[in-house]
């Protein structure tokens, strides 16, 4: 398959394991797990257009998702089984599912959504302003496909996922989290791989893109040696083997640099605010995808 497609093969139905949606399972707790979170949850109002978006869409494409009793306003509880009987249910259909981590203002997946109705899309995020946007976006186009889930996105690989569910996984410009004592906070970590290959069909895809060199870098120390997956970009990418923090990242230039492969720009992205503005800083964009085997 090439890795610039966006629904998978006809190899990637077959669940490829059956292991059943576990906490931890044998490895050591990750920091997601320990409490730290990939975000920082902004408060505020949403302006009177987007509360309107919220009150006259939300019914229709937001997942009534049960909490966690134990855990943080923005934990699911773990017993929740999301499997194709759920997909059913929500989206009314049994088309394959792609879950976008961290939508934003969900200029992506409302697009992607759009140009794709023979695939469901949910839509994960926690900031409340990005969720009113998508629901205003969702609300003007009329879509049907998409649902979104106001969750803090690495429990749901870890508890919720039936195994061997999704398509494909998307995770377009994470939080960069720049300063050396918050890289446990990036999103991509040895268990969120391992929770999500566990939850994507053989064959299925994670699809990563970053603006940030050090958080390339450390998406290339995370994955490509990740258990059950194999990096399938064929463009070769010169980055420095050392991590530099805030206000550091000149330095690479003058480290030891070493050749990684990534991705062609996967054509299923638009431009979002995100990857617009680390265009104008002048950043390299790091597109990744890695194929669960
Ligand atoms: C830098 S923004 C990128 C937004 C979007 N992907 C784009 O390209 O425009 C990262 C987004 O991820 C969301 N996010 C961070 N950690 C998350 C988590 N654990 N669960 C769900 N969303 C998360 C943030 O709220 C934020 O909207």
Redesign the pocket.
Known sequence: MSDTTLSGTAQSVAPHNDRQPSPAGDRPLEP?ERGI???VRRSGRLSPKLQKAWDEQGPRFLLDLPRDPQGRS?SVDPSLVIDESYIEQHWGNDHPLIV??????G??IAAAAQAHPDLNFLA????PQ?IAHLLHRLGEADTTNVRIGE????LLFAHNFASGLLEQVW??????WPKMKHHKRR?IQPAFAADVRRCLKKGGLLRI?TDIDDYALHVHEVMDHAEGYRNIGTKEVALATEHVGKGDADRAAQMPHATFLESERFEGRVL????KKGLAKGHTIHDFAYQTI
């Not at 969750?151 to 690495?154: K, V």
């Not at 995770?171 to 960069?176: K, Y």
């Not at 979002?272 to 990857?275: A, D, L, M």
């Open positions: 997601f979170v990939s975000f923005l976008e981590v961290g939508t934003g203002q200029e992506n994960l995020e926690v900031f990005g969750a803090n996105a690495p995770v377009w410009f994470p939080d960069p999103i893109a979002t605010s995100f990857e």
